[in-house]
């Protein structure tokens, strides 16, 4: 969910945000280059 600009956003969904970009997947050059072609 995006804020519109000039809106506060709240301590816990700062929180939330932090830990989401923290425990997101981190893909390899390979796998990516494997998702790309499985999906063509």
């Given at each position: 969910?995006?804020?519109?600009?000039?809106?506060?956003?709240s301590h816990?969904?700062?929180?939330?945000?932090?830990?989401?970009?923290?425990?997101r997947k981190?893909?390899?050059?390979?796998?990516?280059?494997?998702?790309?072609?499985?999906?063509a």
């Amino acid at each position: 969910m995006r804020q519109k600009p000039g809106t506060k956003q709240s301590h816990g969904e700062k929180v939330v945000k932090d830990i989401r970009r923290a425990t997101r997947k981190q893909y390899s050059a390979e796998e990516k280059i494997r998702i790309v072609l499985d999906g063509a």
